[in-house]
Structure formats: structure tokens, C-alpha cells
């Protein structure tokens, strides 16, 4: 009954959370954000995934919101932000940069700083750049921290796929075909077993006018989750996650293409850090198991709110 009780009250929070948006300017051009809830608790600054990705599924994140803000915005050249057209703003430094500029604007002194995905990616590369200063907790949520760790998982997983799915992709990838209709059918497998096993959310209208941009994704990961060959092809954080010396949550879902394998290693890796394992859960948290999601986040949370 709990994570039935946790999902109704997430659905509370959402229908009575109090939201504003707006805009601020970063380096390359304007980012919208949005900003739910009120309070004089520690607020939550979220990064989503991607590249190229949108802060919607950050909607879930609502009931988090009871006595703080919790801040999400889409990064530029994504969602309802700025799309410039100069492909030389897509790389990790200048995200970094928008982050900061971000902060900044807000007047978000002291965070609880949370990224998914390619977000973790961010908020990691952020932190390990500018310091601590203010960052009371740090999320890594299902985190790409490493490329060649993420191929080598990808690897594993593919190997758990039928024959037949197998052999597609690696046809079309040596044959540089990966916009096939095959491939594409082959990957949805893939997409179904280790990046999100729920059904599609309905079409939510706070949503409607916020589209990912692909363009960002193939320039700075590549054609597929498991298939790199972008910018970001040789990224990795690993030699310096020692250095991270705060508060650390990582979180992985229990069938996640960021493997709890994975993110155990990164924990020994990181001093004193925490892992919370989503169980049923694939890529997708905040959807494939939104109860057991936020129920580790606010507990994180609650527990260091006025340690820092």
C-alpha cells in the first residue's frame, strides 16, 4: 500500500503545487524555466536528460515541493528555451556555464542539486568544476558519468536481447544504416526492456508546447542509447569522482541501462555516498516507479536540509 499511498499523494502535490515560468538569459541565448512550490526549505535544482531532452518528466517532482521550490528549466536549444543554430554551443562547458548563469539569475545560493541521465552528467561536471559552494546535496539518477562505462553496460544488455535483435543492430551499425526501419524496430526493444517499461504517459498539456531536439542528442551522444559516437564519446568522470566531497546520492533503477552494477562502482568511488536501487524500474524513474522515486529523494533531502 505504500507506494500506492505515495503515488496519490504525488498526484495531490501536483494538482495543488504552485508554479511560475519564465525566462533567463544564459551563453547562447534564453532558457525557460519553472518553478513549483514555496518555502524557506533548501530548493531543488533538477537537470533532465538528454542532450537535447525537456524538464517535463520533472513535472513528477511536485510533491517534492511542500515548504520549498523545486527549479527545473530546459536547457538551451531544447523544450520552450532558445534554439540557436550555432552547433558550437553543444558542448559540456558551456552547459556548465548555463547552469551557473542559471543559479545565478535565480538567486539559488543553496540547492539540493539532482541530475538524471546526461543531467547527472551535468550536475557532476558542474560540481567538480565550480565546487561545492552552496550545493547542499548532490543526485546522480541513473547517471551517465562515464562512456565507456555506459557502452560496456550497453554491451551486456544488448546480449540479453533475442538473437535475431542482435544481429540487426549490428548489421546496421557496420553498415552505418542506423536510421533503418529495422534498426529502429530493433532498438525499441531495447527502449522497452532498459529505458522505460511503462506505458507512455498521456499527452500532458504544461507539455505541449516543449519538444526535445535531436539534433543535440546525435551531435553530442549519437544515433541510439547505445551507440556513441558523439561529442561525448570519450567522456568520463570516473578519475575524479574521489574529489566529490559532499553529500552524494546515486539512484538506479533495477533494470536501468545505467546499471546498479555500475552505479555500485561509482559509490565505492565517491566518500560516503548513498545508492538507492528502484525496483521495477528501467531508465525512466520518474514514470516507471514515481512512488519509490520520490520517496528516496525526499529522504535524501530531508536528512541534510540543514547539515550545510
Known sequence: MRPILLLLLALAGLASAQSREGFV???GGPVWYRITGEGKGTPVLALHGGPGGTSCGFLALAPLAQGRRVIAYDQLGSGRSGRPA?????????????????RKKLGLRRVHLLGH???????????LSKGTQGIVTLTLASPLLSTPDWIRDAEELKRQLPAEVQATLRQHETAGTTNHPDYRRAEAEYTRRFVRRSAPALPNPACAESIRNNHIYETMWGPTEFYATGTLRSFDLTP???SLRLPVLLMTGE?????????????????????AVIPGAAHALFSDNPGRTLEALGEFFGAHDRQR
Open 117 to 127: 541521465s546526461w543531467g547527472a552528467s551535468l550536475a557532476a561536471a558542474y560540481v
Open 25 to 27: 538569459q544564459v551563453p
Open 255 to 275: 533494470f536501468d541501462e545505467a546499471r546498479p552494477e555500475t552505479a555500485a562502482r561509482y559509490q565505492k568511488l565517491i566518500p560516503g555516498a548513498r545508492l
Open 86 to 102: 550555432d552547433p558550437t554551443l553543444w558542448q559540456v562547458e558551456r552547459f556548465v556555464e548555463e547552469l551557473h548563469a542559471v
Open 240 to 242: 575524479r569522482l574521489a
